[in-house]
């Protein structure tokens, strides 16, 4: 009878008197043991152990050499292991284990241990760093520095700064609830806290001071205190928290202009993209101040540490400016008032610096090469009760998609906005909140704004 035909191995060489056979991550035999029998399986190592590699195939290197000893017990060999491995084809004549799968290269075995090293560390690192569950304070009312936000912050670049502008009771806290995501449109709670009806009929303020949140994307928001505004001036008379420099100015309007321009001026230089928040299309006393903070924002350093001026030539640097146009009517979603308010802030900030123009719009609109980019303006209506499509069959044409599309709409292209260095190095989450404490030093120490105060009335 003809012995039965081998298997073709995928590591052996062409068929010759006597083949070589290659032996990947097997540990070799030890001389000082006892030869087992041919049938049985090289014990792995631990590196196929945890690469869970294949098993490969062993053959002994002189094909014409046969044992008699092996063949005497041959059909009790064969029998034993076709017990215990079933599925792997034996010839004891040439006592070969088949090779069940192709076994893996050098390339995949390295790039298996360094994603297995890099989740580790990976899992170090973030579980080394707390997530924040609410916002904390970055500026306290008194306009003074907290590093208590430092323990939130991250090593790595990749974050994106986005800071909120507005008078008192625009929404400002609420878009950036959007912005973050942590926001609902049927229920009452939300990341960061807006102004109750009792805050509205005392005529009080929310927010005090600037608020941080890091969301888990590492997009910093930064909500701050309403701008000039007449409930922070009363608060200021009755608890005498007047800010630093106050005696210096003529009155103590005077010293809140200032005050709110020292916060615009701060969120222009650390951060991306700015939010400028109003209820009513057009205050022309609001847009001025936006074109006075950006008069006196202070220059970008080259030296973080020393904080030392650009030389003359250097571009300096400005963030992106979204218009929201929050508590909107019917009539303001039409084609024709969307234009009129993109010609008015046309007309205000043709001179100005910051980046104004992008892609940030409440309609979806295709852009090419020949098409201007147009006024980042974002239109959110009120939010519209609950049920009323439910409760009336035919509910009346809105103009617009509905609250809920248009704020999400709102955060998918602010968190999609280009996002280029705030200095002249890149910086890491930690070094931005250096930079950023260093800036708001200097601008409460400026002189500029002592030298503008005298020019207000």
Request: hydrophobic content about 35%; aromatic content about 8%.
């Amino acid at each position: 009878m003809a012995p039965p035909s081998k298997p073709k191995d995928i590591l052996s060489e062409p068929d010759t008197g006597t083949v070589n056979t290659f032996v990947i991550l097997a540990k070799p035999p030890d001389k000082n043991k006892t030869p087992q029998s041919g049938n049985s399986l090289a014990s792995p190592n631990i590196q196929t152990e945890l690469l869970r590699s294949p098993t490969i195939a062993q053959k002994t290197s002189n094909v014409s050499e046969q044992d008699d000893s092996a063949s005497t017990h041959s059909t009790a060999s064969a029998s034993k292991d076709n017990e215990s491995f079933p599925d792997i084809v034996k010839s004891v004549n040439h006592r070969v284990v088949h090779v069940q799968q192709k076994p893996p290269t050098v390339q995949a075995m390295c790039f298996n241990l360094l994603q297995f090293s890099f989740r580790i560390v990976g899992d170090q690192k973030i579980s080394s760093t707390p997530e924040m569950s609410y916002p904390v304070k970055l500026v306290d009312e008194s306009l003074q520095w907290c590093d208590n936000a430092l323990e939130y912050l991250h090593d790595s670049s990749d974050f994106y700064v986005v800071g909120v502008l507005g008078l008192q009771g625009v929404g400002k806290s609420t878009i950036m609830s959007i912005i973050s995501g942590i926001h609902s449109e049927k229920s009452k709670w939300q990341l960061f806290k807006p102004q109750t009806n009792d805050l509205k009929e005392s005529g009080e303020y929310c927010t005090s001071g600037i608020d941080m949140y890091v969301t888990n994307q590492r997009v910093i928001l930064l909500d701050t205190q309403p701008v000039m505004s007449s409930s922070v001036m009363d608060h200021m008379i009755q608890y005498e928290k007047k800010p630093i420099g106050a005696q210096d100015y003529h009155s103590l309007d005077n010293a809140l202009t200032i005050q709110s321009l020292q916060q615009a001026a701060f969120l222009m230089a650390v951060c991306h993209t700015i939010i400028s928040v109003q209820d009513w299309f057009i205050d022309t006393n609001y847009l001025r101040f936006l074109r006075t903070a950006e008069m006196l924002k202070p220059s970008t350093p080259i030296n973080v540490l020393d904080l030392n001026a650009i030389p003359e030539g250097t571009i300096e640097y400005y963030p992106h400016i979204v218009f929201v146009q929050n508590h909107s009517k019917k009539k303001n979603f039409s084609e024709e008032t969307i234009t009129k308010m993109e010609k008015t802030l046309l007309d205000v900030f043709q001179k100005s610096k910051l980046k104004y123009l992008g892609s940030v719009n409440p309609q979806s609109r295709t852009y090419s090469k020949d098409t201007p980019p147009r006024v980042n303006l974002f239109l959110i209506p009120d939010k519209e009760p609950l049920d009323t499509d439910s409760a009336n069959m035919f509910p009346e044409y809105k103009i617009h998609p509905g609250y809920k599309y248009l704020t999400e709409a709102l955060g998918q292209q602010v968190l999609s906005m280009p996002r280029s260095l705030l200095t002249h190095i890149p910086q890491s989450e930690k070094h931005w909140f250096h930079y950023a404490a260093r800036i708001w030093e200097t601008v409460k120490k400026s002189p500029l704004f002592l030298e503008y105060s005298r020019l207000l009335p």
